[in-house]
């Protein structure tokens, strides 16, 4: 059974950093992702690696501000830079069926909170 396991959420005024983190219970070569969930809205793909780390994608809202990146094959990071209050969400970790887009995921993580105040 794949698990998922996210890391690193927390509180943080805007401008600030956070970085969260994905442990793996297997080892996967293939595309990973992070998404977000607001109150109200649907779940959103915000990034995504493909295994090896050469190749990554982001959702124009967070392009140049996070930054998607592996330690290994079964950890997973999202450094979050320059965030905004609209950043505020449940944060996912999710494994891939295919390269993005679409970001349409296998396994989910069970998510954790950030929350960014003005």
């Known amino acids: 059974q794949v698990q998922l396991v996210e890391s690193g959420g927390g509180s943080v005024q805007a401008g600030g950093s956070l970085r969260l983190s994905c442990t793996v219970s297997?080892?996967?070569?293939?595309?990973m992702a992070w998404f977000r969930q607001a109150p109200g809205k649907e779940r959103e793909g915000v990034a995504a690696?493909?295994?090896?780390?050469?190749?990554a994608y982001y959702a124009d809202s967070v392009k140049g501000r996070f930054t998607i990146s592996q330690l290994s094959a079964r950890t997973l990071y999202l450094r979050m830079d320059s965030l905004k209050p609209e950043d505020t969400a449940m944060y996912y970790c999710?494994?891939?069926?295919?390269?993005?887009?679409?970001?349409?995921?296998?396994?989910w993580g069970q998510g954790t909170q950030v929350t960014v105040s003005s």
């Open positions: 999710a494994i891939l069926a295919g390269r993005p887009p679409p970001y349409e995921a296998r396994y």
């Open positions: 297997v080892v996967w070569y293939g595309y």
């Open positions: 690696i493909r295994g090896g780390g050469d190749t």
